[in-house]
């Protein structure tokens, strides 16, 4: 659990927490303590979730925080954690006995053996957090020296190696990067993902173990998910279908149950496998509301409302995405709260309330644009497109959704490269510009039959082409149409059409 909370998996509060529960059931003295507080029991329990808040995690960059603090979480949280406590914990040469946290640091009545052995327990994770940090700092180290290799040589890289790479630090670090480069570079993070497996397995120590089997799972899960993202349906169905049958009978603690379950709903989504998707999000939540994990719930959560909105139940959809913002910080848990605020544009879009949406997308623009990635200055063209087209602010619409048409090729994502183009002709027929539709269909021919395009949505899109090219097309039937090409995915699996 402590690993799990300095790498900020879980917020500093659930260690005191458990600290307090495992002194009371372990140490009969120190229970016998406990029950002759009385009322006082309250106000400490108070202290425990008052003073000692939830931390930060730590970040990948040489183990600081990206705040710049010195990467004890705990003892940044801390009310009397001084500067100069921190510099001697960091240098790990303290010889003094550091004063613990004031939340930690509870007069029981003349020195109880409750208050003894929080201290010492206390002063000890402090000890404990000054080597992780080392360890943080050299998995760092590993990981930047590792990626001066061309990806095609990192697993003999690995495999070579005698010493560097044989961490646990360097397995989290690795899996860490994974993620973080899942949106910039799919391929990429792909394959850091599949190296965490080959570095546990020859880290001394990791296997067997409970944290080595469970990164294990986690990196082969993220591979598949890298896969999805960078298109490779098949291959990551494969992996994540593999994944699951070795896991047949296996345990699994709800958080990283959870985790499994929401990605693969993600796949599914993708897939139009959609009551596959909610039976895996059904299950994902229930996990994660048990886990702790109230980023991972939200997540969860989020995918949930976008399964509704594309069932067409926007209402479900909004109402959803509002609850799962309830348990998000939007500066702690940037991502999954945008995903819920785009969510809801859209839903409110759906329902023709676009002055909502634009309030909303307002609200929260800057956030969106202080990303440095491409696919969320993407979103945002979609969403401020959806909503000009809502208001009749068709001259609007029209550039912003010639923006996403452009960026899509960029990316070279098919799919929504043929709905951009749908969109985009949707603003010009409400114009009368019916010769400027039947032009860019003819440009997005090659979108239109893209082998990685399931059957009904090529036949879907075949009958807008036909349409645009006899210039028969009306703004009634392309909404139609669009609408259709959500819906029709539920009922094909592409990879199986490959």
């Not at 402090?126 to 940090?133: H, I, N, Y």
């Not at 848990?333 to 859209?346: E, K, M, R, S």
């Not at 395009?453 to 090219?469: G, M, P, W």
Request: glycine share 6%; net charge neutral; charged share 30%.
């Amino acid at each position: 659990m402590y690993y799990q909370v300095a790498t900020g998996r879980r917020p500093v509060r659930s260690l005191a927490e458990h600290l307090h529960q495992h002194l009371i059931a372990q140490c009969p003295e120190c229970r016998a303590a406990w029950e002759a507080l009385g009322e006082g029991r309250q106000e400490i329990l108070a202290m425990l979730g008052r003073q000692v808040t939830e931390g930060e995690p730590m970040a990948a960059a040489a183990g600081e925080l990206a705040d710049g603090s010195d990467g004890l979480p705990f003892l940044d949280d801390a009310p009397s954690a001084t500067p100069e406590l921190r510099g001697r914990v960091a240098q790990g040469t303290s010889q003094r006995r550091p004063r613990p946290p004031a939340a930690m640091a509870i007069d029981l009545r003349g020195g109880s053996p409750y208050s003894s052995a929080f201290d010492r327990v206390t002063r000890q994770l402090e000890e404990e957090a000054a080597r992780l940090r080392t360890r943080r700092r050299r998995a760092e180290r590993e990981l930047r020296h590792l990626l001066k290799f061309p990806a095609a040589e990192r697993r003999q890289r690995v495999l070579a190696a005698r010493t560097r790479y044989r961490s646990r630090a360097f397995a989290e670090r690795l899996l860490e990067e994974s993620r973080r480069r899942v949106r910039t570079d799919a391929r990429e993070a792909a394959g850091l993902a599949e190296l965490v497996p080959l570095v546990v397995l020859w880290t001394p120590g990791a296997l067997p173990s409970a944290w080595g089997d469970e990164l294990v799972i986690r990196a082969r899960a993220w591979q598949a998910n890298a896969l999805r993202v960078a298109g490779d349906l098949h291959r990551a169905d494969h992996e994540l279908s593999t994944l699951r049958r070795e896991l047949t009978g296996r345990p699994l603690n709800d958080e990283i149950a959870g985790e499994l379950d929401s990605l693969e709903a993600s796949l599914r989504l993708d897939q139009g496998r959609f009551p596959e998707a909610g039976t895996c999000l059904d299950r994902a939540v229930e996990c994660l509301a048990e886990s702790g994990q109230p980023e991972a719930w939200a997540r969860a959560m989020v995918q949930r409302a976008e399964l509704y909105r594309l069932l067409g139940q926007s209402s479900e959809a909004l109402e959803t995405a509002r609850e799962a913002l309830s348990r998000l910080d939007p500066e702690k848990h940037t991502v999954p709260y945008l995903c819920a605020i785009g969510t809801q544009v859209l839903a409110l879009c759906d329902l023709d309330r676009p002055r909502e949406a634009r309030h909303l997308l307002t609200e929260n623009a800057s956030r969106w644009r202080r990303s440095p990635e491409d696919w969320w200055l993407l979103r945002l063209a979609i969403f401020e497109g959806r909503i000009y087209f809502g208001l009749g602010e068709m001259t609007a619409a029209e550039g912003s959704f010639r923006l996403v048409l452009q960026r899509c090729r960029d990316l070279g994502l098919d799919y929504e490269s043929a709905m951009a183009t749908i969109d985009l002709s949707m603003a010009l027929l409400a114009q009368g510009r019916t010769a400027e539709v039947r032009r860019l269909t003819s440009e997005a021919a090659p979108v239109f039959i893209s082998r990685d395009l399931h059957r009904e949505s090529l036949a879907a899109l075949a009958l807008f082409q036909r349409a645009a090219q006899a210039e028969s097309l009306t703004l009634a039937s392309a909404r139609r149409i669009r609408e259709y090409l959500d819906r029709s995915r539920m009922r094909s699996h592409p990879a199986a059409d490959s």
